[in-house]
């Protein structure tokens, strides 16, 4: 006879209530986050009923097996018919029920996870355990009582900041605001099973018949303008506020409203969108052929070339818990490094960002040299030196003697032939390429150049690497810019060849922005300067096709210095520092039109929108055709990690679709 009762086959209970004193411990068991599926709804609303009903029992713990109390909702489900009980339906009846429901938080409780312990009685949780409802970042709102039961429990403010935001909170913050009763200084089971027994037979706090704590209108009024500030466009925060704010209405009105609210959200297009670029994170760092592979352990990383990018590196990988290990080419130039480095996490420090045991920690892991020798005990080197093959080979060439022959090397080249430089080396299947994004201690993404030659543990290594430094690595193969350059380059020419035919870099720019680009591609242009692209334009002038259409407007603006804001002009003029469109500017783009005879015409800013858009997509199905890219998730992660473009849109790919 089994020990447990299934009343799913995600959700069970012991037999007997004996041991627990007469409290039924329901456990939901479905890996991998045990999301709220059908199973786990039905397995929930089985064992209330039961609770109910049976003399026995005089009260119920639900929690979760493994790590994850509830990771949410089944964002698997979205889009597909109701399935019966909902998820509202279940936590009404948690509520609702006669005998007191307490949730032992084990691990995370996201979403329809926190939402449905919002309804228990009492919240018990682990130390670990972290809550919160990141609806917004799926591009909806929550859909199962959390705008309306989370004002009633920590007020409308704090409610305003975690849900607009979809921050998770940690179990300490969680009970200073009030989410959770208390943090199990034992074993949580029995802590909670020990709560529920103090509530039998006592009345029970039920969330949804609590009041509102007023607040002061100005502050909820200002954070409420912050919400909508940040918000650029999206509507799931616009939502949040509006639902949240006026909570203070009956339960059962804020409660439909809010329903309403998800369901229309839930089945948007910038929801879909989101969903895509959550599901598409999760599916980059899975490589075919790779599953198998073991990968090599990694303590210790060195960074040859600690400039801004090589201190970024170092930065992210001190965070991570790696002793890091800086060359650069004499001991004044490693001192400098070493201090760039330090000023970094000094700046974490201040900020709050970073405690002193951190900073004292990362400070312990660092060291830095001009003696190549003294790279010897690296797993692991990543070069950041300047963007130049013969200067990368010949650090590569040196490392060979002093590193291990297992140790991975890695470039960070954003332009090189990685493929050039690991044919330099003795070994070159221990070659790969991690291109960061600046700052590195910032920006999420690495591009993770699979050469003609990496081995697969080599490839497999720098994944494992880069999901340790909490970045979001994607993989490519080896091509000029790699995904996001090429990408970048195929829009970038576009927008040039609309110059062309007769708009204006602010018209452009404008569509960019009113789309949802932080920045218009000519004022980004500007800010990161004009003459490397122009040195690479020119480099390149010699084997030009001529009968591949060039577009000279960025030679000329050169030619005349205008490189761009650091040079106070460049697209756009800079008077005091502020950007103004330059007449200069239409003047030469004008005179270039008139030299290929080209009558311009007006563009409005669907047309401007669409060619640019339709450009980066063609460019990304020829990475696909060419093996470069895996998948078209994949492209649509690096340019919006890496170059801009909105998530709420999904990447160039998804809204091609
Ligand atoms: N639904 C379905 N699958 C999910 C899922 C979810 N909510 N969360 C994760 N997965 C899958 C994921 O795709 C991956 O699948 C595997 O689980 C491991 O995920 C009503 C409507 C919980 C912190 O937004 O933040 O509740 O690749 O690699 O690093 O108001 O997953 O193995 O096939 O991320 O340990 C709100 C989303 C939903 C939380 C665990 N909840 N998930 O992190 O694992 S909407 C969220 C996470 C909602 C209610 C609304 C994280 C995690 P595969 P993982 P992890």
């Not at 449905?116 to 859909?143: D, N, W, Y």
């Not at 993989?475 to 007769?502: M, P, Q």
């Not at 080209?598 to 055709?625: C, H, V, Y």
Request: proline share 5%; aromatic share 6%.
């Amino acid at each position: 006879m089994s020990e447990t009762t299934a009343f799913s086959s995600t959700v069970s209970a012991p037999n007997s209530v004996k041991a627990s004193n007469g409290i039924l411990i329901v456990t939901i068991d479905n890996a991998p986050v045990n999301a709220t599926s059908a199973d786990v709804r039905t397995g929930l609303e089985r064992a209330l009923s039961h609770a109910e009903a049976a003399a026995d029992v005089t009260g119920v713990v639900i929690t979760g097996a493994g790590k994850t109390f509830i990771g949410g909702a089944d964002i698997k489900e979205f889009g597909k018919p109701a399935i019966e009980p909902t998820l509202p339906a279940v936590i009404e009846k948690i509520e609702a029920l006669s005998k007191p429901v307490v949730a032992a938080l084990n691990g995370v409780a996201l979403g329809g996870g926190l939402e449905l312990a919002l309804a228990c009685h009492h919240r018990v949780a682990s130390a670990a355990a972290q809550v919160g409802l990141p609806e917004v970042k799926l591009g909806i709102v929550p859909g199962a009582g959390g705008t309306q039961r989370l004002p009633r429990l920590i007020g409308i403010p704090a409610a305003l900041d975690l849900i607009a935001s979809g921050r998770s909170a940690k179990a300490e913050e969680a009970l200073s605001l009030g989410i959770i009763d208390e943090i199990a200084q034992s074993d949580l089971l029995e802590t909670a099973v020990s709560a529920a027994r103090k509530l039998a037979g006592k009345p029970l706090r039920r969330t949804g018949g609590l009041t509102v704590a007023t607040a002061d209108p100005a502050e909820i009024e200002k954070a409420s303008a912050k919400i909508l500030a940040k918000s650029r466009g999206q509507k799931a925060p616009a939502e949040v506020v509006r639902l949240v704010t006026s909570s203070t209405r009956p339960f059962a009105e804020g409660l439909a409203d809010e329903r309403a609210t998800f369901l229309a959200l839930r089945d948007s297009r910038e929801a879909a969108a989101l969903r895509h670029v959550f599901f598409a994170e999760r599916e980059a760092s899975k490589v075919e052929g790779l599953e198998s592979v073991e990968v090599r352990p990694v303590s210790t990383i060195g960074i040859c070339g600690l400039g801004l990018m090589g201190s970024g590196i170092a930065v992210a990988a001190l965070g991570a818990g790696y002793t890091v290990i800086g060359l650069d080419q004499t001991p004044e130039a490693a001192e400098k490094g070493r201090e760039r480095i330090i000023g970094l996490l000094e700046r974490n420090l201040a900020s709050g960002r970073l405690d002193q045991t951190g900073f004292e920690a990362r400070k312990a892991k660092l060291s830095a040299t001009a003696s190549d020798a003294d790279l010897a005990p690296c797993d692991l080197v990543i070069e950041a030196v300047f963007d130049d093959l013969a200067v990368k080979t010949e650090l590569f060439r040196r490392l060979d003697k002093v590193v291990r022959p297992d140790a991975v090397l890695a470039t960070n080249t954003s332009y090189l032939n990685p493929d050039d430089i690991a044919a330099a080396t003795a070994y070159p299947g221990r070659v790969l390429g991690m291109h960061f994004f600046s700052p590195a201690h910032v920006m999420r993404l690495i591009e993770v150049v699979r050469c003609a030659k990496t081995a697969p543990d080599v490839l497999a290594t720098g994944l494992a690497v880069a999901r340790k430094l909490r970045k979001l690595p994607v993989v490519t193969g080896v091509t000029e810019g790699f995904i996001g350059n090429r990408i970048f380059s195929a829009y970038r020419r576009e927008a040039e060849f609309l110059l062309e035919d007769g708009a204006l870099p602010h018209e452009i720019d404008a569509a960019l922005e009113d789309y949802g680009f932080p920045m218009g591609l000519f004022a980004v242009y500007d800010m990161a300067g004009l003459e490397i692209a122009w040195a690479r334009r020119k480099r390149q002038a010699a084997t030009r096709d001529p009968s591949i259409r060039y577009v000279e407007i960025a030679d000329t603006l050169c030619e005349a210095g205008r490189f761009g804001q650091k040079a106070g002009r460049g697209w756009y003029a800079y008077p005091e520092g502020k950007k103004a469109i330059d007449p200069e500017v239409t003047a030469i783009i004008e005179a270039a039109r008139a030299k290929k005879g080209i009558t311009p015409r007006t563009f409005s800013k669907d047309e401007i929108l669409q060619r640019l858009l339709n450009a980066m997509a063609a460019e990304g199905e020829t990475l696909l055709a060419e093996g470069i890219a895996a998948r078209p998730g994949d492209i649509d992660l690096v340019m919006i990690n890496g170059y801009g473009f909105p998530a709420y849109k999904g990447g160039p790919m998804f809204a091609s679709n």
